[in-house]
């Protein structure tokens, strides 16, 4: 009798243990299932988020992403350069060339004409050109110009103000690239040189590559800008020495030499594009 009672109290205290297991189980469920419900609803929430923001900033980008035309100048005798502002591009000056690429069809824009020589046309890719504007002593004017294919319009100055303002194309602002190149200068390479009263006469011509006797002079056209050279990769240019002949330096001493030139205007502090490696070597 006695052990029989044992028996049915070791079993009450079993059910109770297992029942306090099955509930603490039943809660860890619910709470994770609440968890991963929350979870699921926090993922939902932030890849709406997400989204949202993804679709205002591709808005934002393509609301700001205007195409893009670029200004370059063709020739310049005295550098001017011009202000630019988004789609506007207004310059004076005189001596000099510029080029504004528009290599779609549809471009508008208003021109104004400040007075003074020179032209404004649109040339087409087979350089046909339409002339807009072009005289000595023109009086102040203005108007607007439609595109009707590619092409490009061209500046030619000769003591002129010009401006280009609200350019499109297919209605929608242009941004006007305004990040300037002029092109190396060119030069020559000669030898057997002599200098009389301010002015060479050579007698040897070279190009880049050949192998010289004696000192070798590299001369670069006369301009309103510095002539600048860098011989054997010095850490610093210098300028070259005027003369009838246009600026020059002189190289001297055996062996192999590199020199690169480049075109520099001290009162603007702009500097052209350097001309490749001129590579000869003084026997």
């Known amino acids: 009798m006695l052990k029989k009672n044992k028996r049915e109290k070791l079993n009450n205290k079993g059910f109770a243990i297992t029942s306090i297991i099955y509930s603490m189980l039943l809660l860890f469920i619910i709470l994770m299932t609440l968890v991963i419900l929350t979870l699921g609803r926090k993922r939902v929430l932030l890849n709406k988020a997400k989204n949202e923001t993804i679709d205002f900033l591709t808005d934002i980008s393509k609301r700001y992403s205007y195409p893009e035309v670029n200004l370059s100048i063709s020739s310049v005798g005295a550098l001017y350069l011009p202000t630019v502002n988004d789609n506007n591009f207004t310059i004076s000056g005189m001596g000099i060339h510029y080029i504004l690429d528009l290599p779609s069809d549809n471009y508008t824009f208003d021109w104004v004409w400040g007075g003074g020589t020179g032209s404004?046309?649109?040339?087409?890719?087979?350089?046909?050109?339409?002339?807009?504007?072009?005289?000595g002593g023109l009086s102040p004017t203005s108007g607007t110009f439609t595109t009707t294919e590619p092409g490009r319009l061209d500046f030619s100055f000769g003591g002129v103000s010009i401006s280009i303002n609200n350019l499109l194309l297919d209605g929608k602002k242009v941004r006007i690239n305004s990040d300037l190149k002029v092109k190396?200068?060119?030069?020559?390479?000669?030898s057997g040189?002599?200098?009389?009263?301010?002015?060479?006469?050579?007698?040897?011509n070279h190009n880049s590559g050949d192998k010289i006797s004696g000192d070798v002079y590299i001369f670069t056209p006369s301009s309103a800008s510095i002539s600048q050279y860098n011989v054997d990769g010095a850490s610093e240019w210098i300028n070259g020495t005027g003369s009838a002949n246009g600026y020059y330096i002189k190289v001297?001493?055996?062996?192999?030499?590199?020199?690169k030139i480049r075109s520099y205007w001290s009162s603007k502090d702009?500097?052209?594009?350097e001309t490749e490696d001129i590579i000869f070597t003084i026997q």
Request: with cysteine; charged share 15%.
């Open 120 to 135: 404004l046309k649109f040339c087409n890719l087979d350089n046909d050109c339409t002339t807009i504007i072009s005289g």
């Open 193 to 204: 040189c002599t200098y009389t009263q301010g002015s060479f006469t050579c007698s040897n």
């Open 252 to 259: 001297s001493g055996s062996g192999k030499h590199t020199v």
């Open 184 to 190: 190396a200068p060119k030069f020559s390479i000669k």
């Open 270 to 273: 702009f500097y052209s594009l």
